[in-house]
């Protein structure tokens, strides 16, 4: 069998950046993808400059290039109350076509070794890990998604519904402003639709909603896709794909023993948001660090990630239970737009890692009489 200090089960953003914080401490990693990079992702390919910050410090300065800034965000509420401020920090929309393949080419320029291999297997032996009777590693970061095999490895129980999402995505021709829309839905609330332009003269176009007992079809979610965007085609919109969200209410542990979870498969997508990347990527690079290191991996990254978002996950949960009372919703707005500072605050908790402060509830409690 073929050893490495440590080995990566998915290049997503997740993946890649684990590997390139791996690479940086000094490892050797093994970063395995069933797919064939570049290729296509479904994703709102919203990058937020958290995101683009994180990767900086990981060595990957071309992360947006030649995607222009997208500076301000408009948000309907779903009674119509609407918003439309200036972001604290311009976002991008990069296909993620384009922008896992960047990360994947940076981690391998910085050593990693990719294989295209789809993981079947994992057994624990003794102080190692082997995957599919193929690799022995010495711990293992599951980025490999909402339908993670490590997470099943690990005993994991999936994302019940409540706490995991559905959404379509598609492409089509971007609207007159350059701005991020969200348009939030009274019916099967919480939902919304969105419209995040590229720079290319497309938009990356859908319709997201938090999945209650029911299944959900593909023609309903374009049907709510086409109420929300007024002016829309989805018969004309390319690309459409959907996917499963799994929201940071419902987390597992972060791993055990020698091997841990990231991104997606940690269920690391804000429940206020829907926003995943930077989570991802943010995770990704904590996982690989500690993956690194050795030794009891699992407690190292878990008390990791508490140090970093453990107040940040509290408040977003917050958060999204005051967002399923859509009265709540329309007052958020309603602060926001009378307010840049509450604006602020509910980008950087939506985007980031910010927190819910005493002002901002005060003054959307005010605007929800």
């Given at each position: 069998m073929s050893a490495f200090d440590v080995a990566i089960v998915g290049a997503g953003p997740a993946g890649a950046s684990a590997a390139l914080a791996?690479?940086?401490?000094?490892?050797?990693?093994?970063?395995?993808?069933?797919?064939?990079?570049?290729?296509?992702?479904?994703?709102?390919?919203?990058?937020?400059?958290?995101?683009?910050?994180?990767?900086?410090?990981?060595?990957?300065?071309?992360?947006?290039?030649?995607?222009?800034?997208?500076?301000?965000?408009?948000?309907?509420?779903?009674?119509?109350?609407?918003?439309?401020?200036?972001?604290?920090?311009?976002?991008?929309?990069?296909?993620?076509?384009?922008?896992?393949?960047r990360l994947v080419a940076a981690a391998v320029a910085a050593g990693a070794d990719l294989r295209r291999h789809t993981v079947r297997r994992l057994e624990e032996r003794?102080?190692?890990?082997?995957?599919?009777?193929?690799?022995?590693?010495?711990?293992?970061?599951?980025?490999?998604?909402?339908?993670?095999?490590v997470r099943r490895t690990l005993g994991f129980a999936p994302n019940p519904d409540g706490h995991l999402a559905i959404a379509i995505r598609g492409y089509a021709p971007a609207r007159p402003k350059v701005e991020q829309l969200i348009v939030t839905s009274g019916d099967g609330w919480p939902a919304y639709a969105w419209s995040f332009p590229i720079g290319d003269g497309r938009a990356n176009i859908g319709y997201g909603e938090v999945l209650r007992g029911q299944p959900l079809t593909r023609a309903h979610l374009l049907d709510r896709m086409a109420a929300l965007?007024?002016?829309?085609?989805?018969?004309?919109?390319?690309?459409?794909?959907?996917?499963?969200?799994?929201?940071?209410?419902?987390?597992?542990?972060?791993?055990?023993?020698?091997?841990?979870?990231?991104?997606?498969?940690?269920?690391?997508?804000?429940?206020?948001?829907?926003?995943?990347?930077?989570?991802?990527?943010?995770?990704?690079?904590?996982?690989?660090?500690?993956?690194?290191?050795?030794?009891?991996?699992?407690?190292?990254?878990?008390?990791?990630?508490?140090?970093?978002?453990?107040?940040?996950?509290?408040?977003?949960?917050?958060?999204?239970w005051l967002g399923g009372r859509r009265r709540m919703v329309d007052g958020a707005v309603r602060a926001a737009a009378r307010d840049a500072r509450v604006f602020a605050t509910l980008a950087e908790l939506g985007l980031g890692e910010g927190l819910l402060d005493a002002y901002t509830l005060v003054r959307i409690g005010l605007a929800a009489r």
């Open positions: 791996a690479r940086r401490a000094g490892a050797s990693v093994l970063l395995l993808d069933r797919a064939d990079f570049p290729r296509d992702k479904a994703c709102g390919d919203g990058i937020a400059p958290h995101a683009v910050e994180v990767l900086a410090g990981l060595g990957v300065a071309d992360a947006v290039d030649g995607y222009a800034p997208v500076p301000v965000l408009r948000l309907v509420g779903p009674g119509g109350e609407e918003v439309a401020r200036p972001l604290p920090r311009p976002a991008y929309t990069v296909p993620r076509k384009v922008f896992d393949a003794g102080d190692r890990v082997v995957v599919d009777g193929e690799f022995s590693v010495g711990a293992l970061v599951g980025a490999d998604g909402a339908g993670s095999v965007l007024p002016g829309l085609d989805p018969t004309a919109a390319t690309g459409l794909r959907a996917h499963h969200l799994p929201l940071s209410t419902r987390r597992p542990p972060a791993g055990r023993g020698r091997m841990v979870l990231a991104g997606d498969a940690l269920s690391l997508i804000n429940p206020f948001t829907g926003e995943g990347i930077f989570y991802a990527v943010l995770s990704g690079a904590l996982a690989g660090e500690a993956a690194a290191a050795g030794g009891h991996v699992a407690d190292r990254y878990t008390a990791a990630l508490r140090r970093r978002l453990g107040r940040h996950f509290r408040h977003s949960r917050a958060a999204a």
